[in-house]
C-alpha cells in the first residue's frame, strides 16, 4: 500500500524540462507587464496594434480591447472589416467566445469586444483583416496567466502561489448585480424565494419541490445518478451552490439566468409536471403568497390574463433566483492552507495538507501532468464554459449534443437576456446580455460539450458527471487516464504522461475542497 501512495521521482530530464521552463515562465512574467501588443500581417500589408482595455488580461471574463490598423509606413486605415479567432498554442483550444469588432472609434482605432480567455497559457489571436488595400491576416501572441508546470520542491514557487491564489476562495469576488432582474438583491424576494424553492404544491402531484432534486443536506443535489421529479429526468442534478457565477445554466447551457433556469422545471413534463397558470393560482389562494407578491410586484394578474400571468411566473423566479444567489460555497481545507501560505504562515495543524494532499495539488494545476487547471479553474474550480470529454452516455442517448443543442435552445428561449422579462430597458442590453451575444453558435466544438462543474462539494455530490455516469470520485478521475473517444464529436483529452499514484493523489487533494455552505441558516432548511 506505500508504494502505490509514493511521489513521483525527479530524474535528469525532469530536471532539465524544469529548468528550460522555468526561463519561459521569467519571459511570460516580463510580457504581462506589457498589454499592448504589435504585430505585422502575414502579407506584409498591415501594421497592427492590440492594447487591452484593462490594466492586465483577465482570466475567463470578457473583456475588449482596442485595434490601430495602419499601413506599413502608418496611414492610418479607416473602413476595415475584421474577423476574430483565437487559440492556444500550447494545447488543442479554442476561444469560447465569438468576438467581434463592434464599431470604429477613429480614423483606424476600432473596438473589439467579447473577448474571453478560460485558461492560462499563450493564447493566439488570429485577425483576417479586409481593407481597399486588400486582405491579410495577423498574428498576435498573448500570455494569460501563469501556466505552472511540474515542480516537486517542498515550497511553493512565485508563480505556484499566483496559482494558489487564485483559486483561494478568498479571491471569489462579490457576485455581480444581475441588472435583468430587477429583485436579485432584494431580501424580501429571497426570502419569498425561499417558501417557492420548498413548495411541493408548485407541481402537478403536489409531491415535488426544487428541494426534491437539490437537498441542502447534500450540497443541494439529490444523490441520484438521475434527477427525478413526477418522471425520470435525463440529467444528474448539480449543485446550486455558487450557481449565480456561472452565465450558463444546466450542463447544456440552455439558459443564460437563474432566474430563467428557475421556470424551466416547473413546466417540464418529467420535473414539476404543472403550468404557469396553476402556479399562480397557487399564489392567489395562499394569502401569505399574495401578500409577499403585491409588495414585490404589485397585484396578481387576473384569471385568463395570459401576458399578466406569464409576466407574473417570471416574476416567481426572478424570487427564486434572489433565494439562490444567497447559496455559497465557504472556506475549506484547502482555503485555509492556501490563506496560511500567502501570508507565510505555517498552516495549523487541522489545515496542513497532508504530503499526498500536496502532491495531487501540484499535479491538479500542473500544464504538464495534470493539466486539470485548463477547465477547472478560479475559486469555483470551474471555467463555466463547455467540453467534450468523452463523457457520453451509451445506448439510445449516445448521440447527444450538449452544447451544440444548448445554445440553439438559450437563442430561441422566451426568457433569455434579449426577452421582454429582462428588467434592463431595451436601449441598455447590449451590456447586460454581452454573454450571449458573443456566445460561439455552429462551432464543432460544441458537439457533445458539458459545462465543466465545479469541484467543491464532490464528497456530496455523487454520483457525477451530466448524466451520472460514474458513482465515485475514482471512477471520474479515471476517465481522464483512460482518455475514451466521444460517441459525438471529438473528444478535447489527451493522454497524460501520470502515474495511477498521481491520479490518486489528485482524489487525496480534492477531498480538501469539501467545506460548509455560507448562507442564512434558515435557507438551509424548509421555511417554517
Not at 481597399?132 to 514557487?157: C, F, K, Y
Not at 500567502?342 to 495539488?361: D, F, R
Amino acid at each position: 500500500m506505500s508504494g502505490y501512495r509514493s511521489l513521483p521521482l525527479i530524474i535528469l530530464t525532469g530536471l532539465i524540462t524544469l529548468l528550460l521552463n522555468g526561463m519561459a515562465a521569467s519571459t511570460d512574467n516580463q510580457n504581462r507587464q506589457n498589454t499592448v501588443h504589435h504585430a505585422i500581417s502575414q502579407k506584409g500589408l498591415f501594421k497592427v496594434s492590440l492594447t487591452s482595455i484593462a490594466n492586465s488580461i483577465p482570466l475567463n471574463k470578457l473583456h475588449h480591447w482596442h485595434i490601430r490598423l495602419a499601413t506599413r509606413r502608418g496611414m492610418k486605415i479607416s473602413g476595415a472589416n475584421f474577423e476574430v479567432t483565437g487559440k492556444t498554442l500550447d494545447h488543442d483550444h479554442n476561444l469560447p467566445t465569438s468576438p467581434k469588432v463592434s464599431k470604429e472609434i477613429g480614423r483606424g482605432h476600432y473596438l473589439l469586444e467579447g473577448v474571453k480567455f478560460d485558461r492560462q497559457g499563450a493564447w493566439q489571436l488570429k485577425l483576417s483583416i479586409i481593407a481597399p488595400m486588400g486582405r491579410d491576416e495577423a498574428l498576435i501572441n498573448i500570455p494569460v496567466d501563469t501556466a505552472i508546470w511540474a515542480d516537486w520542491h517542498d515550497g511553493w514557487s512565485k508563480d505556484e502561489r499566483r496559482i494558489l491564489k487564485s483559486l483561494w476562495l478568498g479571491s471569489l469576488p462579490e457576485v455581480a448585480p444581475d441588472p435583468s432582474n430587477a429583485v436579485a438583491a432584494n431580501s424580501a424576494a429571497a426570502d419569498f424565494g425561499h417558501h417557492l424553492f420548498f413548495d411541493t404544491r408548485l407541481s402537478q402531484n403536489g409531491e415535488i419541490s426544487c428541494a426534491t432534486c437539490h437537498i441542502p443536506e447534500l450540497a443541494f443535489t439529490d444523490g441520484r445518478k438521475l434527477a427525478r421529479g413526477i418522471g425520470q429526468t435525463g440529467r444528474n442534478a448539480p449543485t446550486i451552490v455558487g450557481a449565480a457565477y456561472s452565465p450558463w445554466l444546466f450542463w447544456d447551457g440552455r439558459k443564460d439566468s437563474l432566474w430563467s433556469q428557475a421556470l424551466g422545471p416547473f413546466e417540464n413534463p418529467v420535473e414539476h409536471g404543472t403550468s404557469r397558470a396553476k402556479i399562480i393560482n397557487v399564489m392567489r389562494r395562499d394569502k401569505d403568497y399574495r401578500r409577499r407578491y403585491k409588495e414585490l410586484f404589485g397585484a396578481l394578474p387576473k384569471p385568463g390574463d395570459r401576458a399578466g400571468i406569464s409576466r407574473a411566473f417570471t416574476n416567481l423566479g426572478k424570487s427564486i433566483a434572489a433565494y439562490e444567489r444567497n447559496i455559497m460555497p465557504a472556506p475549506s481545507k484547502f482555503d485555509r492552507y492556501v490563506e496560511a501560505v500567502l501570508s507565510n504562515k505555517v498552516p495549523s495543524p487541522e489545515n496542513q495538507l497532508s504530503i499526498e494532499e500536496i502532491a495531487g495539488l501540484k499535479v491538479f494545476i500542473s500544464d504538464n501532468q495534470g493539466q486539470c487547471i485548463r477547465c477547472h479553474n478560479g475559486p469555483m474550480f470551474t471555467d463555466n464554459h463547455f467540453h467534450n470529454i468523452g463523457s457520453h452516455i451509451v445506448g439510445e442517448d449516445a448521440t447527444e449534443q450538449g452544447r451544440a443543442t444548448g445554445i440553439q435552445l438559450v437563442l430561441s428561449d422566451e426568457t433569455n437576456c434579449h426577452s421582454k422579462f429582462n428588467d434592463v430597458s431595451i436601449i441598455d442590453r447590449t451590456a447586460t446580455c454581452s454573454e450571449l451575444q458573443f456566445a460561439r453558435q455552429n462551432s464543432k466544438e460544441l458537439l457533445g460539450a458539458f459545462k465543466t462543474p465545479t469541484l467543491r462539494y464532490l464528497a456530496k455530490t455523487a454520483p457525477y458527471m451530466h448524466a451520472g455516469q460514474f458513482s465515485t470520485l475514482e471512477d471520474a478521475i479515471w476517465l481522464y487516464r483512460d482518455v475514451p473517444h466521444a460517441t459525438v464529436g471529438q473528444s478535447e483529452l489527451r493522454a497524460l504522461t501520470m502515474s495511477d499514484a498521481q491520479f490518486r493523489q489528485i482524489e487525496d487533494f480534492l477531498a480538501t475542497l469539501n467545506g460548509p455552505i455560507r448562507a442564512p441558516e434558515k435557507y438551509l432548511k424548509p421555511p417554517e
